[in-house]
């Protein structure tokens, strides 16, 4: 079965400063994505970096980017210049090739502080 | 470009009850999955609709069921409501094959 754990339920960041949330995963296919989600308080959840599992480079957003280490299936989130409005729940899921089933961690809150 | 829309946005249940839950997807998505998250995990997946159809489903008793119409929007139906349904129920909406998803801001229920 596929799975996704994050070991870490709640961060705090000093604004300005750099925070890295970690993810593994588990899974026995080649084909897959990985991405992480933003769902602030109002619920919504927005797709904040994507990254192919094929694709050996980390894919980058903006202050957002990933450490993808596939032989270790982890899949850690690295966001730079932390900002206020960055503070929220974050979440790491998973989608096979397959289907569109997508599979979310249990989430890391994080605290932005000023 | 409009995006996903669910309604109710909040909505209380007596247990036993049954309700149903709306989403309309975004513009030129052919596919609607529904998801639910209890109060401090992820969300989890109920199941997916494609072209009218159920597509996939996740581990979920069969008094979870859905609907899509021609238009791709959808609905969401739960019945004998139990208390451990109490939730927020997402919908996202992707076009098959592309990989690129939007989700609502989701339906909260509260079963009594």
């Known amino acids: 079965a596929q799975t996704v754990t994050q070991s870490q339920p709640e961060m705090s960041v000093q604004e300005a400063e750099t925070v890295t949330l970690s993810c593994t995963y588990d899974t026995s296919e080649s084909d897959y994505y990985l991405f992480w989600y933003k769902q602030p308080p109002s619920r919504q959840m927005i797709l904040v970096i994507r990254?192919?599992?094929?694709?050996?480079q980390n894919a980058t957003e903006n202050r957002f980017s990933v450490n993808f280490q596939k032989a270790a299936k982890s899949f850690s989130l690295k966001i730079s210049d932390s900002q206020l409005g960055d503070a929220a729940m974050y979440f790491c899921a998973y989608k096979n090739g397959r289907d569109d089933k997508i599979i979310f961690g249990k989430g890391t809150r994080l605290h932005i502080l000023p | 470009e409009t995006g996903v829309t669910q309604s109710p946005t909040h909505l209380i249940k007596t247990r036993g009850q049954q309700v149903t839950l709306r989403c309309s997807s975004q513009?030129?998505?052919?596919?609607v999955s529904w998801y639910q998250q209890a109060l401090g995990q992820g969300p989890q997946f109920i199941f997916q609709?494609?072209?009218?159809?159920?597509?996939g489903r996740g581990n979920f008793p069969p008094r979870f069921s859905g609907l899509q119409f021609p238009n791709y929007s959808s609905e969401l139906n739960v019945n004998a409501l139990e208390l451990d349904d109490s939730a927020l129920y997402l919908c996202a909406s992707s076009f098959t094959g592309l990989g690129g998803y939007t989700f609502g801001s989701g339906t909260r229920l509260t079963v009594v």
């Open positions: 513009s030129g998505h052919n596919t």
């Open positions: 990254q192919e599992a094929y694709k050996q």
């Open positions: 609709y494609y072209r009218e159809e159920e597509n």
